[in-house]
């Protein structure tokens, strides 16, 4: 009978991070998740995804009612750039707070 050799053995960590920015009129919550693997040069940490909500008054905004206001008040397709902008600020502050960095 043949021996079972252990070729390798990776392990990964799925981290989910949370952060709030107050805006005045409205604030917004983010979830950045991400996939986090051990190497030799300590981390690769990779974003899988980041999911904004939206509050008025501490209440959780439906996304649809939320985008509309904010077109509304703001323009007409001025809500996918400002989306886009906040999830690029959330995930760079993830960057600098996350303790899985590359030594």
Not at 21 to 39: M, P, R
Not at 43 to 55: A, C, G, S, V
Not at 89 to 100: D, M, V
Request: with cysteine; charged share 25%; glycine share 6%.
């Amino acid at each position: 009978m043949s021996k079972i050799i252990k070729n390798f053995e990776e392990v990964n960590h799925s981290v989910s991070t949370g952060f709030t920015k107050d805006l005045g009129l409205f604030s917004v919550n983010a979830t950045v998740w991400s996939c986090v693997t051990e190497c030799e040069n300590g981390y690769d940490n990779d974003i899988t995804e980041t999911e904004l909500t939206f509050l008025l008054n501490g209440k959780v905004c439906k996304y649809l009612g939320f985008k509309e206001l904010y077109e509304k008040l703001y323009g007409v397709n001025m809500f996918d750039q400002f989306y886009a902008d906040l999830i690029v600020e959330f995930e760079e502050e993830y960057f600098k707070q996350s303790p899985y960095k590359t030594k």
